[in-house]
């Protein structure tokens, strides 16, 4: 019951944000100017920030060290479902502008503002390493490998004679894991005002990419909530084809003699099922792709996340 008490909250409060969004757009308080300065905001300035000082507070170099095995089943769910999401890109003839979202929706989950808060409530402060595990994969994994897949999906180039932009491999949620990550293991101390000023500045990022999502609906329109094709198999990846590779890597070390907690695995699990990243749309926007796909694909995969969660409370006992 808690767990689906705590899903239909999350929903809510991120249903109402979205909404906020859309109901100012509607009423010309926000002007294509201020969608466009909320983009280049929360990627290049607000996620960096948020990054550097949750890697700070959640991790220590003990942790990272003592989480390895973990890192391993987690890192074997991600390769396996960036390698179905691409197959599934070609046998279904997704169309440049989706395919990098597409992608994404697959492998990469909303772990901070859903992810966390409903771990806590299910599990306790006891399965924050676990979640750990998750969130640090999750990021690599979103801003090393699935950015590539976005920007490498703009129907916009010209593929035979754009030129490769290395710059495009370090985007700046990247760097600011990976100087987050410097600062960590050299165990070099950040001034409290320091690491508060990031911590304010980083906490903007989900309210602003919601407003952002119910920007991108009030133009798009509510019609332009549907279930096609491609929005189904995405959602089939987020609930069902990523969260089931995660408990058949699970199972298969446990019978090979992996000692692996109940805690460590149902948390993985949880988190592999969270719904979309909420900055889809805006990265989808900054390559030209897709917005309206992006922003219909996060949207109904928040909503069907209530119902997805108590399911799969009653599968990780089986795990």
Same mark, same amino acid.
Request: charged share 10%.
């Given at each position: ?141 979103? *801003?090393?490998? @699935? ?18 932009? *290395? ?65 189904? *198999? ?13 408990? @058949? ?36 926007? +900054? ?29 990780? +006992?089986?795990?």
């Amino acid at each position: 019951m808690t767990a689906f008490v705590t899903s239909i909250e999350s929903v809510v409060e991120i249903i109402l944000v979205i909404a906020l969004g859309f109901y100012l757009r509607k009423k010309n308080k926000f002007d294509d100017q201020f969608k466009t300065s909320i983009s280049f905001l929360i990627m290049n300035i607000a996620l960096p920030a948020s990054i550097f000082s949750s890697v700070l507070k959640y991790l220590t170099r003990e942790k990272l060290i003592g989480l390895s095995s973990g890192l391993l089943y987690a890192s074997g769910s991600f390769i396996i479902g960036y390698i179905i999401a691409w197959v599934l890109t070609k046998l279904l003839h997704v169309r440049p502008g989706r395919r990098g979202t597409f992608i994404n929706m697959f492998v990469n989950a909303n772990t901070i503002f859903i992810g966390l808060p409903l771990n806590l409530a299910l599990f306790g402060e006891a399965s924050m390493p676990y979640f750990l595990i998750y969130y640090v994969l999750n990021t690599v994994s979103t *801003w090393a490998i @699935g950015v590539f897949f976005i920007t490498n999906d703009d129907p916009t180039k010209d593929k035979s004679t754009a030129k490769f932009n *290395w710059r495009k491999l370090l985007p700046a949620p990247l760097v600011g894991f990976l100087v987050a990550l410097v600062f960590l293991l050299l165990a070099i101390p950040v001034p409290n005002w320091v690491n508060s000023t990031l911590t304010m500045v980083g906490g903007i990022v989900t309210p602003m990419s919601l407003i952002y999502i119910g920007i991108v609906l009030a133009d798009a329109g509510l019609a332009s909530i549907h279930f096609d094709r491609d929005t189904i *198999w995405a959602l089939l990846g987020r609930f069902i084809f990523t969260p089931a590779v995660m408990i @058949g890597i699970l199972m298969l070390a446990t019978h090979g003699g992996a000692q692996i907690p109940n805690l460590e695995s149902s948390t993985l699990i949880i988190q592999a099922a969270a719904p979309g990243l909420a900055v889809l749309p805006i990265l989808a926007g +900054q390559a030209h792709g897709d917005v309206e796909y992006a922003t219909n694909v996060v949207t109904t995969s928040t909503v069907l996340f209530v119902v997805v969660v108590p399911i799969l409370m009653q599968l990780v +006992q089986l795990v």
